[in-house]
């Protein structure tokens, strides 16, 4: 495998291999917490500051945890700065905390924290992990905040809990509503394929490589639905 | 009586109302990754519900008689995925010394659930909405039933859609949200009649 230069591991995670749009990783707190803006940016920031953490920690454990019980290792480092980040918020912006509900302690299970892991700060060094982590927290961030603009602005008249006078009268509610994110989500997946035409890597189906389940299913249906993509 | 209300209510709305794929956004991952087939989808359902019946049992337990007196609420985050990592391993392993045939069927999809994020939801909203031991496992068995439900009806749509000719940039993810987009709408609807219903 060609080693990409650290500009561009920042950048991959980013554009390139955006985790939400083009990965299709961690689709449940995409959709969930994008009803307003302020919610997907505190949920984009809690995840990046639990990627950097645990991608910097894997990475410099990855001589020391053994290879068939790496898995459930990492899940206890993410559960780990996952329960910090918690406590943090729940301490200081408590409005938050109140929002995110669930979905903030569901980050463990969060497919894009394990998924970088088991692809990336497993195999890197450190500063390059960091870098990664860095890179696809910012580009999920970006990705939820523009999900959530779209659906808070023309669903709900208001950006980031501040009312839009002119857009009152022409709320289309569907969209902060449950099947409304299904939908912008689809057309914002089709939007970034036609923008991308060519220049992203073939992982339009729901990659198995970021599926920390991958490797223990390698005959199962997962590992057909991957010769299928 | 009262309390077999209360039980029906909670069954319900879990799995109509609430439906944790639908409506609160839990382990949509599988629901979009196994629903191609039908056989598939609806294991996948009995496996979750299996499972998440089964993270209740040993979750609520652990959170009222170990974490809660000693005071050590901040661990439950840890603590469940743990219980529900090794619960699942278990489960295979178990699984593959006693019944081969339900091994063969299911088996596939029990490293998959760990990573659900419905079962450690399901574990995690149990405890906060303060329902007592019975009430947590109908509604684990409520949301378990309506991930199933979910899955079965989407693998229909599913099949359809193969079937159709899809602009060249839907093709894939984008499409397949879109539809589910629509399940979500049909199941909004049904959720209005549920809570006219019980009031």
């Known amino acids: ?229 | 009586m009262e309390g077999f209300k209360s039980l029906v209510v909670i069954l319900l709305s879990s799995v109509l109302v609430n439906n944790y794929v639908l409506a609160r956004f839990l382990g949509i991952c599988p629901f979009l990754g196994v629903s191609k087939k039908l056989d598939q989808a609806a294991g996948m359902g009995i496996s979750v519900t299996a499972v998440m019946l089964l993270a209740t049992l040993v979750t609520w337990p652990i959170q009222h008689f170990i974490l809660d007196p000693f005071e050590l609420g901040y661990l439950q985050t840890i603590v469940f995925i743990l219980v529900i990592a090794s619960l699942v391993q278990m489960l295979e392993v178990i699984l593959k010394k006693f019944s081969p045939a339900l091994h063969r069927g299911l088996g596939v999809y029990l490293p998959l659930i760990t990573t659900n994020c419905a079962v450690l939801g399901v574990a995690i909203n149990n405890i906060t909405d303060g329902y007592n031991f019975v009430e947590s496992l109908v509604s684990s068995l409520g949301c378990g039933l309506g991930f199933l439900l979910a899955m079965v009806l989407f693998s229909g749509m599913r099949s359809r859609i193969d079937e159709t000719e899809v602009p060249k940039n839907f093709r894939g993810v984008a499409i397949t949200l879109i539809a589910a987009s629509f399940l979500s709408l049909a199941f909004m609807g049904l959720a209005e009649i549920v809570n006219n219903l019980i009031g």
């Open chain 1, 1 to 229: 495998m060609k080693k990409d230069g650290n500009l561009s591991v920042l950048l991959n995670g980013i554009i390139k291999e955006n985790p939400t749009l083009v990965l299709i990783l961690g689709t449940c707190p995409t959709l969930a917490t994008t009803t307003n803006v302020f919610g997907a940016f505190g949920m984009g920031v809690a995840t990046l500051a639990v990627l950097i953490c645990s991608n910097i920690l894997i990475s410099l454990l990855r001589r020391v945890i053994p290879d068939n019980v790496r898995i459930p290792c990492y899940i206890v480092i993410i559960a780990g700065f996952v329960t910090i980040v918690q406590m943090l918020v729940h301490a200081f912006i408590p409005d938050l905390y109140d929002m995110l509900g669930v979905y903030l302690a569901l980050i463990v299970v969060n497919c894009i924290i394990l998924g970088r892991a088991e692809m990336f700060a497993g195999k890197n060094s450190v500063g390059r992990s960091a870098l990664d982590g860095l890179g696809m927290g910012i580009g999920f961030t970006l990705a939820l905040c523009s999900m959530a603009a779209i659906r808070e602005v023309f669903g709900a008249a208001s950006f980031a809990g501040i009312a839009i006078p002119a857009l009152e009268n022409y709320k289309i509610e569907f969209l902060v509503k449950a099947p409304g994110g299904m939908l912008v989500y689809g057309l914002l997946i089709a939007l970034v394929g036609i923008i991308t035409a060519g220049k992203a890597p073939k992982k339009k189906s729901f990659s198995c490589a970021g599926c920390p389940g991958a490797h223990i299913c390698g005959s199962s249906d997962c590992a057909k639905g991957k010769e299928e993509a």
